[in-house]
């Protein structure tokens, strides 16, 4: 079995518990060491780990943990019920809103946390990601796995 956990670094534990138990409901799980915390509430656990901003995050890199916006390529996607609600209170919590739109399967805004991480918040309405969908896009790989592509539809080949 695979299992998925979340670690978000963060300059300062006790204001990282607070915004993401304020902004999203999340609740302390254990303590893993006094700058290391579960917090539970989504699908899968999400750990904050207190480091020092400008520390290397590992070694071999030139990169240095910051704290203030940037881009990473992964972000958090959380689902929410009531976008408006959910943008209410994270941004009472200390997020910065930074886009909204409408979606054919339901809405998104793009926010940051007070700690410069990104993340989006999603409200599917009607079928979600079901809309957007679409078999044809789907082809055969030489593994034997069916991807997305516009070249060719796997269920001919069942």
């Known amino acids: ?19 993401y138990q304020q902004a999203f409901g999340l609740t302390v799980g254990r303590w893993l060491a006094k700058d290391a915390v579960e917090l539970l509430g989504l699908d899968c ?13 590992c070694p071999n890199t030139d990169a240095r943990r910051i704290y203030s916006r940037h881009w990473t390529p992964v972000h958090l996607d959380i689902i929410v019920s009531d976008i408006e609600s959910a943008i209410t209170a994270a941004v009472k ?3 910065q809103v930074e886009t909204r739109n409408d979606a054919p399967w339901g809405r998104i805004a793009t926010l940051a946390d007070p700690f410069g991480h990104g993340f989006c918040l999603l409200q599917f309405i009607g079928g979600g990601y079901d809309v957007i969908s679409n078999e044809q896009f789907r082809y055969e790989t030489s593994h034997g ?7 060719k539809d ?4 069942k």
Not at 1 to 19: G, Q
Not at 45 to 57: C, E, F, G
Request: a negative charge; glycine letters at 2%.
């Open 154 to 157: 796997c269920s001919e080949d």
């Open 145 to 151: 796995e069916c991807q997305y592509s516009q070249e």
């Open 45 to 57: 656990p999400l750990y904050l780990l207190q480091k020092d901003p400008a520390t290397q995050p």
């Open 1 to 19: 079995m695979t299992n998925l956990l979340v670690n978000i670094d963060v300059d300062n534990i006790e204001r990282a518990i607070l915004f």
């Open 93 to 95: 919590a200390g997020a």
